[in-house]
């Protein structure tokens, strides 16, 4: 029971940091990473043993569809899973009970979920939202979540806790048509961007062009470039970070069902 199966959608990495620390707690003697993350990464996998980590960011209180569609190339059979649902210090609302369900239809059996906070992927410098989170509390009782979840397992208990969220859940809005972009006097085609880029909606030939449309606006482009030509300046965005900075400036806990 020591193999931890991490499987994780994360453009920005906050994702992956609480997971990787769950597994820490836990004790995994081995940890095998399924990142879903980028396009090429759809794993066709039947999990038979171990423990499963499944990590989410939420992204308007939901499971980004693309994440979703990734996560179901991953199935199992019957193996204990614990829930990760990482969100930007607004709300996680439905995004946990969504994962349980999915995962659940794919075979796992929920013995644990909680829900951390991530840096916002809107955040700026000047406008911070949840900046450097998963901070060094965070990871610690991510860690010890960890920890919980293998007294859990020892002591022969597999039953699914409730958790916060609502069936049916909140309506997925169209985010389409909205995308960074880059500055061409300080980008330096290096490719970074579309490396990085969840959706592989930008190509860098002598320029950088961003397919807007199918865009997810998770922001990894903007944090892997490193000479910050990339930035996300739409009206909407703007607005959004605006009211994010304000009313979402007190640091919420970490929340675990178990
Ligand atoms: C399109 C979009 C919608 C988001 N919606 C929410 C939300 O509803 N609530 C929240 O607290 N954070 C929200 N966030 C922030 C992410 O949940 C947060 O940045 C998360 O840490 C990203 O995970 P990652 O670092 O693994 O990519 C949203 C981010 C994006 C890009």
Redesign the pocket.
């Known amino acids: 029971m020591r193999t931890a199966h991490l499987i994780y959608f ?7 940091k609480v997971c990787e620390a769950i597994a820490q707690g836990f004790g995994a003697k081995k940890v095998i990473h399924y990142d879903v993350t980028l396009p090429d990464s759809e794993f066709d996998t039947i999990l038979t043993d171990g423990v499963a980590i499944i990590g989410i ?5 939901r499971i980004p569809e693309l994440c979703l569609q990734r996560l179901r190339a991953i199935t199992a059979r019957q193996i204990p899973a614990v829930l990760v649902a ?8 439905d995004a946990l009970v969504e994962l349980r369900d999915l995962s659940v239809a794919k075979g796992f059996n929920i013995i644990a979920a909680g829900a951390f906070i ?5 955040s700026t410098p000047t406008q911070p939202i949840a900046t450097g989170r998963p901070d060094a509390e965070d990871l610690k009782q991510a860690t010890q979540f960890g920890q919980q979840v293998a007294t859990k397992i020892a002591s022969n208990h597999f039953d699914t806790p409730d958790m916060d969220g609502q069936v049916p859940y909140k309506e997925r809005p169209n ?1 389409g048509g909205k995308a960074p972009q880059t500055d061409v006097e300080q980008c330096s085609l290096c490719g970074r961007c579309a490396e990085v880029c969840p959706s592989g909606v930008i190509a860098v030939a002598d320029s950088v062009t961003t397919n807007a449309e199918n865009c ?4 990894a482009c903007l944090r892997a470039c490193e000479t910050r030509a990339r930035s996300f300046n739409h009206p909407w965005i703007e607005e959004k970070r605006e009211i994010l900075h304000k009313n979402c400036s007190v640091p919420k806990a970490p929340k675990i069902f178990i």
């Open positions: 994360s453009p920005t990495g906050t994702t992956r960011p939420v992204y308007a209180g990482l969100y930007g210090n607004r709300e996680f609302d991530g840096e916002h992927s809107f985010f997810i606006m998770c922001c």
